[in-house]
């Protein structure tokens, strides 16, 4: 459990493996927006300087995300520094996590101590009943890869009925769209025992950053905090998040573009044969019992895909502009044509 996971992104492995620089990769192996939002020149101050919480980072947040002013709030390096440390904040419990979903959790979880029960996302919307033995549950909403919603109804029950026996709901927001926010947890963030995880890594697309933010029971919050210790996200991170998420043009024209993108995706990989997809607005996933085999011939034609092997599976990032939409036309025909796949893959 302690080892490594790999979440896509490897880019310089495949590059090593196929012989290709880098740069002539197109890389759709992670979720990440490929238009994100542009970054403007930093004040040279904020170089200098420790990053002071007083610059009001996380009033902006708490606006953004419209959580409640009673609701604790923290600015983190990454929405990931959150899922390794809130293990630490309780004593060895019963974990759910959803399965399939971002494996983290479950590592974290594992890695402190606690017993972790793989939730299937499918079963979990038939009965309640599994409910009863967890301590704590990790829910990813939208699941990243299955993209699959849950309503917040059906959260703030499993909260009330984790909350009657001190238990915790942590919801993972990473791949929430800011204009989906009837679906969002953060207007109940001053529940107890509820925590919410948000990301600028993925819509905002400025994984690189590592920023994301931590909302919720004011207790827990602090305890997240007290583990990261200070100064954890740089100056130049807390500069560039406040102002993205203050941009509230660029987000409204960024969510259409994405929906109308990941549209687009959809559409070429049905005309290539590929079965029907599900997805958010940052990314495809195709169940595919050849899954390996075509990320294998994408992979020799340049292209890097996500793969999961259980169950088999592809995820495909957005491409950004002309040129990669036709390098991904041209590599889907080739490698399906070349692996034979095309009919069975039908
Ligand atoms: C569902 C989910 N949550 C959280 C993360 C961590 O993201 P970050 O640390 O960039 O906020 C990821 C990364 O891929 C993810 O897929």
């Known amino acids: 459990m302690n080892e490594q996971l790999h979440h896509g992104g490897q880019l310089h492995e495949a590059a090593r493996r196929q012989g290709i620089p880098p740069d002539r990769w197109l890389d759709l192996s992670t979720g990440i927006n490929p238009l994100g939002w542009p970054v403007p020149a930093i004040p040279e101050s904020v170089w200098r300087r420790l990053p002071e919480e007083g610059d009001g980072l996380e009033t902006d947040i708490r606006r953004w995300s419209s959580a409640p002013g009673k609701a604790g709030c923290v600015a983190v390096p990454g929405t990931q520094s959150v899922i390794q440390v809130l293990p630490r904040l309780r004593d060895r419990c019963r974990v759910g996590v959803i399965v399939p979903g971002y494996q983290e959790h479950a590592r974290c979880w594992a890695l402190a101590g606690h017993t972790v029960v793989a939730i299937d996302e499918d079963k979990a919307h038939q009965s309640d009943n599994w409910l009863r033995e967890l301590d704590v549950l990790v829910?990813?909403?939208?699941?990243?890869?299955?993209?699959?919603?849950?309503?917040?109804?059906?959260?703030?029950?499993?909260?009330?009925?984790?909350?009657?026996?001190?238990?915790?709901l942590i919801v993972d927001e990473a791949f929430l769209l800011p204009d989906e926010a009837e679906h969002s947890m953060?207007?109940?963030?001053?529940?107890?025992g509820l925590v919410i995880l948000?990301?600028?890594?993925?819509?905002?697309?400025?994984?690189?950053?590592?920023?994301?933010?931590?909302?919720?029971?004011?207790?827990?919050?602090?305890?997240?905090?007290?583990?990261?210790?200070?100064?954890?996200?740089?100056?130049?991170?807390?500069?560039?998040?406040q102002r993205a998420l203050k941009d509230q043009t660029w987000q409204a024209a960024n969510a259409e573009q994405l929906r109308s993108a990941s549209n687009r995706l959809d559409t070429l990989l049905q005309a290539h044969g590929l079965p029907a997809t599900t997805g958010t607005a940052l990314f495809r996933y195709v169940?595919?019992?050849?899954?390996?085999?075509?990320?294998?011939?994408?992979?020799?034609?340049?292209?890097?895909?996500?793969?999961?092997?259980?169950?088999?599976?592809?995820?495909?990032?957005?491409?950004?502009?002309?040129?990669q939409w036709q390098h991904l036309n041209q590599a889907l025909a080739r490698a399906l044509a070349k692996s034979r796949l095309t009919s069975s893959a039908q």
């Open 139 to 168: 829910w990813i909403n939208p699941n990243n890869p299955t993209a699959r919603h849950c309503s917040r109804e059906r959260l703030l029950s499993w909260h009330r009925q984790l909350r009657q026996r001190g238990g915790w």
């Open 186 to 192: 953060t207007v109940a963030a001053d529940h107890p």
């Open 287 to 323: 169940l595919l019992e050849s899954a390996g085999h075509i990320a294998a011939a994408l992979e020799r034609e340049v292209v890097l895909v996500r793969r999961f092997a259980s169950p088999p599976a592809l995820r495909f990032g957005l491409p950004g502009d002309e040129s």
């Open 198 to 241: 948000k990301s600028v890594g993925k819509f905002f697309g400025l994984a690189g950053v590592r920023a994301g933010a931590v909302i919720g029971d004011p207790e827990i919050t602090a305890g997240v905090a007290g583990l990261l210790g200070p100064w954890a996200l740089s100056g130049p991170a807390r500069y560039v998040m």
